[in-house]
């Protein structure tokens, strides 16, 4: 989707199309989150959003993604992981690792896997087939959230007001953050190899 499509689309619907995009891409369908987050800056700063609205929208379709998955962890995901994981190589006892050493870190994985590809999309599954309590979840995802969504378009907010950024080539953040991630996960997987 290139920038005029989002931005007819920002026009067409409002700041619903903020909320749906990462409403989404916290649930687990594809979507450029922290690309989108540093263009909404960055229209906030060119005038063609406004920040309150934008934030609390990006605020909430991220939240409320959140808390769908882990509703759907809690009710649906572990009988499902106990009847088909078999099939995909999850046994009992490797469920039963993934499982405590999920626990152990809880909270640290919901609030800092916010800036993790992957890990943001499947922990809010983990944590209620887990059964972590609600509110121990509710708190953690709210908190990071807004330590994922806010920061990243403060960044696009003040590059944008620093350096004259063309809207267009936004989306290629997206790809440099992909390429940075997949650098670090292979350098710790040699690290590990090595050691």
Not at 3 to 14: A, F, Q, R
Not at 121 to 141: C, E, H, R, V, W
Not at 147 to 164: A, D, Q
């Amino acid at each position: 989707m290139n920038i005029e499509t989002l931005i007819n689309y920002l026009n067409m619907y409002g700041y619903m199309i903020i909320f749906i995009f990462l409403y989404f891409g916290i649930v687990g369908i594809p979507a450029p989150e922290e690309s989108l987050l540093f263009l909404i800056g960055v229209l906030i700063d060119q005038h063609s959003l406004a920040f309150i609205p934008a934030g609390l929208s990006a605020f909430f379709g991220a939240f409320s993604g959140m808390v769908s998955a882990y509703a759907v962890g809690k009710f649906i995901g572990s009988p499902f992981i106990h009847k088909y994981g078999k099939y995909v190589g999850v046994t009992e006892e490797r469920w039963a690792k993934v499982k405590n050493k999920y626990r152990k870190n809880i909270r640290k994985t919901i609030i800092f896997g916010f800036y993790m590809p992957g890990i943001r999309q499947i922990s809010p599954y983990f944590a209620g087939m887990n059964k972590i309590s609600f509110l121990d979840f509710l708190l953690t995802s709210f908190l990071g959230t807004v330590l994922w969504i806010f920061p990243f378009i403060l960044i696009g907010y003040y590059t944008s007001s620093v350096f004259n950024i063309n809207p267009e080539y936004v989306p290629y953040l997206g790809l440099v953050l992909l390429v940075i991630f997949l650098l670090f996960v292979f350098v710790s997987y040699i690290k590990k190899r090595n050691t």
